[in-house]
């Protein structure tokens, strides 16, 4: 997920680095008040997640994010899940212009034809690999920080490993995986923890 660029923005009045919520825990100013991103923040945003087929999903979704907020993928994860089969890789690589047809006609997704068949063959991508796609990804994992970022203001959008496990995906054939999309990608299965410092989840310092 990348946060929203309102996090970001620095016209007043700027978004807290750390809000406290009805339950008196602190966490990262993105996470909302909508309980789906309360518990997306709490229980997944910064995980470690090495599960193949989950890594896979999180990739499509990371994919069909772009130009989108986060809160409006999570609110259609189920459908998306539904539609294509659970990400389950092999069923999405056999996937035909039927399929195709299929999703563009469902309205609970993304309808969007670039990132549908983006996905598809991005399964059959993986399936040709010749290897886990999860090492692949994690072979990209920054050192973790001496100590968690201070302020919202400070996390980046890019980096370096982001870039260039960019530029391997897409010489093995993987689309819709730019470098933001990737650090994104990052945050969300864990490669990087970029709680703030006063978050609940912030990683303690090393």
């Known amino acids: 997920m990348t946060i929203d660029a309102a996090a970001h923005a620095s016209a007043p009045p700027p978004r807290p680095s750390v809000l406290v919520g009805d339950d008196g825990l602190a966490r990262c100013g993105w996470a909302t008040s909508d309980a789906e991103y309360l518990r997306y923040h709490d229980e997944e945003w910064g995980r470690p997640l090495h599960d193949e087929r989950a890594l896979f999903e999180k990739?499509?979704?990371e994919g069909f994010q772009a130009g989108l907020s986060w809160i409006t993928i999570l609110r259609r994860r189920p459908a998306f899940r539904a539609a294509f089969a659970g990400f389950d890789i092999a069923?999405?690589?056999a996937f035909t212009d039927a399929d195709v047809?299929?999703?563009l006609a469902d309205e609970r997704i993304i309808r969007h034809r670039g990132k549908i068949t983006a996905t598809i063959g991005?399964?059959?991508t993986t399936l040709a690999l010749g290897e886990s796609l999860a090492d692949l990804i994690w072979g990209f994992a920054p050192a973790p920080r001496p100590a968690p970022l201070r302020t919202l203001a400070e996390v980046p959008a890019?980096?370096?490993e982001s870039t260039a496990l960019s530029k391997e995906l897409r010489s093995r054939g993987y689309r819709f995986v730019g470098p933001t999309t990737m650090y994104a990608?990052?945050?969300s299965s864990g490669l990087v923890n970029d709680h703030v410092a006063g978050?609940?989840?912030a990683p303690a310092p090393a």
């Open 122 to 124: 991005n399964a059959r």
């Open 59 to 61: 990739l499509s979704l």
């Open 91 to 93: 069923t999405v690589a």
């Open 158 to 160: 890019i980096t370096p």
């Open 199 to 201: 978050c609940h989840r």
């Open 101 to 103: 047809e299929r999703l």
């Open 185 to 187: 990608l990052m945050q």
